[in-house]
């Protein structure tokens, strides 16, 4: 047998068949859904890079598919949800504890809250306490001067999809009477709790979405 033949009697042996080849996606092609580490958007008129993918089981609730973006100086987290069949978008920052407080109560003690947003409040120390005696935070905080109102208690797991391993988690959400931003409590163990300050986002305010 000519060498030639032998050759192409091999060459093809590993080769997927056309159905399990696996091309990569136009930029036009690529979703929110898609991205990777290591791809890069724009929103807010700042270049982004996706340096982690994480993900939220809710059990029955679905899942939320989040995004540690970069640009170089911020960090923020993008997250993804579908509500009836449309898509959520949160932009959010990591905030401390201290900076949340409660409404300040009328000198009744009746426990009226005070109808501006430019409320009082007190430290966040309060709230961890709260939770801590209490396993609930209250049911409204105050944020840089607005009030937000919770709005749902979760439970779940979340894993860096670059790992293995799961960890549970509950998580309070909380909404402003806009209902534009958000604030999520996660308690993570007895006495480790995550607080995050957002804005509901469009996808159209997202673009140039390319992989690196």
């Known amino acids: 047998m000519a060498f030639g033949k032998f050759f192409d009697k091999f060459k093809g042996k590993n080769k997927k068949r056309p159905e399990e080849e696996e091309f990569p996606l136009l930029p036009e092609e690529i979703t929110l859904w898609d991205l990777k580490k290591g791809y890069m958007l724009d929103y807010e008129a700042r ?14 609730s679905g899942k939320t598919t989040e995004y540690k973006l970069h640009d170089g100086i911020e960090i923020i987290f993008m997250h993804l949800d579908e509500e009836d069949g449309e898509l959520v978008i949160t932009m959010s920052q990591k905030i401390k504890m201290g900076e949340l407080g409660y409404p300040r109560q009328n000198e009744s003690g009746l426990g009226f809250r005070v109808k501006s947003d430019a409320v009082n409040t007190v430290g966040g120390q309060q709230i961890r306490n709260a939770i801590m005696q209490n396993d609930v935070p209250p049911k409204e905080i105050v944020y840089q001067g607005t009030t937000y109102y919770m709005t749902e208690e979760s439970e779940g797991y979340f894993r860096d999809l670059d790992e293995r391993e799961r960890y549970r988690f509950i998580e309070w959400s909380f909404e402003d009477n806009s209902e534009e931003k958000c ?4 308690r993570w163990s007895e006495t480790e709790l995550e607080v995050s300050a957002g804005v509901y986002a469009q996808d159209f305010e997202i673009s140039n979405i390319l992989p690196r």
């Open 47 to 60: 270049t982004w890079e996706v340096k982690g993918v994480y993900q939220y089981d809710w059990g029955r």
């Open 183 to 186: 604030i999520s409590i996660s």
